[in-house]
């Protein structure tokens, strides 16, 4: 039910982080998995370090604003065919309204929202010829859990959640999944000071009704959950993988 053999998938974002940990168990699923970032020797890095666990994964640079095309050839020059699309780049910019110019605002739309539907749309060829192609964003709690002084981010995880729902309607007749995930706060290396502070421990204990933050392994069985044969019949959702932080009042 959540065997991935002979299915080909590309993370995008997958070199370090979440990312990374969605391509690896991805790839221990039976999937072939290439990975994408923009630093080529990033990405050869985080190969090298899997390939201790046994696992290999292909590597596909480029720009997902600028690049699409040429990403998603490097990612299908070894099968041919990609059926599995995990979109999971994203950029932050913590500036206030009052601090935030339009231009600001637009410019982290365009990385975060815009990239994301320019990096769908060149993929649905190959996701169509699958029969079986899931798409998959990684949006945020952000998009429906907002905090202050961050309206440009909020606005695009928020617009990707939208983005699921509008593709999955149009693109269940294709065969084709759409779907989510919004992760909560968790400890990876980008934020490893931030788990570390006792003071923000304090919010976590109040927050999050686990009382920890994520591991970053801990995102990677919903990633398998709506890549696999076991979420067919699951379209246009986002996945909240978060502890409890967003029910908990």
């Given at each position: 039910m959540f065997d991935l053999t002979g299915r080909t998938a590309l993370v995008t974002g997958g070199g370090r982080g979440l990312g990374l940990e969605m391509a690896k168990a991805l790839a221990k699923a039976g999937a072939s998995v290439a990975i994408n970032g923009r630093d080529r020797s990033a990405l050869e890095a985080a190969g090298d370090q899997v390939g201790s666990e046994g696992i290999t994964l292909e590597v596909a640079p480029g720009d997902v604003v600028t690049d699409a095309a040429e990403i998603l050839a490097a990612a299908t020059r070894s099968t041919g065919r990609l059926d599995i699309l995990i979109h999971a780049v994203?950029?932050?910019?913590?500036r206030g309204t009052d601090d935030m110019d339009a231009a600001g605002f637009a410019a982290l739309i365009n990385t975060d929202l815009t990239a994301a539907y320019g990096m769908a749309r060149a993929a649905l060829p190959y996701l169509r010829r699958s029969n079986a192609g899931r798409l998959i964003f990684v949006t945020s709690i952000a998009a429906f859990a907002a905090?202050?002084?961050?309206?440009?981010?909020t606005a695009a995880k928020g617009g990707l959640g939208a983005l699921t729902r509008s593709l999955a309607v149009e693109l269940g007749?294709?065969?084709?999944?759409?779907?989510?995930?919004a992760p909560g706060w968790f400890?990876?290396?980008?934020?490893?000071?931030?788990?570390?502070?006792?003071?923000?421990?304090q919010f976590v204990d109040a927050r999050i009704p686990l009382k920890r933050w994520g591991r970053p392994e801990e995102i990677a069985p919903a990633a398998v959950f709506l890549a696999s044969p076991a979420s067919s019949f699951v379209n246009g959702i986002t996945l909240t993988v978060d502890g409890g932080m967003t029910v908990q009042m």
């Open positions: 994203g950029e932050r910019d913590r905090r202050a002084g961050d309206p440009a981010y007749s294709d065969s084709l999944t759409v779907n989510a995930i400890a990876t290396e980008t934020n490893a000071a931030l788990a570390a502070d006792p003071v923000l421990q």
